[in-house]
């Protein structure tokens, strides 16, 4: 059984920043691939970044710049880096996982409607201005 903790997150003022952490135990493969979403209040919910088990990474335009995800393979920790934070950032931040036969994840663009597994709690994610 997968199961995904996450920690950080909080409010910050614009300019700021955060750090994410998500941390995977149980099950694990060799390829995968692993993301970060967010839901902001009445929007659906977007994929912010992906990362694969060979550390090809993807961002959303909006994030470009300033938000770096990255893991540590030793811990099976996913963080997410978040510099630069605007109001429009704010919102419910996931991450999750998908165990695959290759590395590879989808377009960003089309990351939400990718029916990935393994989530974490989600933890809230205040930029005020």
């Known amino acids: 059984q997968v199961q995904m903790v996450q920690s950080g997150g909080g409010s910050v003022q614009s300019g700021g920043s955060l750090r994410l952490s998500c941390t995977r135990s149980?099950?694990?493969?060799?390829?995968?691939?692993m993301a970060w979403f967010r839901q902001a209040p009445g929007k659906e919910r977007e994929g912010v970044a992906t990362?694969?088990?060979?550390?090809?990474?993807s961002y959303a335009d909006s994030v470009k710049g300033r938000f770096t995800i990255s893991q540590d393979n030793a811990k099976n920790t996913l963080y997410l880096q978040m510099n630069s934070l605007k109001p429009e950032d704010t919102g419910i931040y996931s991450c999750a996982v998908d165990f695959l036969s290759a590395p590879f994840c989808p377009p960003i663009a089309q990351m939400a409607e990718t029916p990935l597994p393994y989530w974490g709690q989600g933890t809230q994610v205040t930029v005020s201005s």
């Open positions: 149980g099950y694990s493969h060799h390829s995968y691939c």
């Open positions: 990362i694969t088990s060979d550390g090809r990474t």
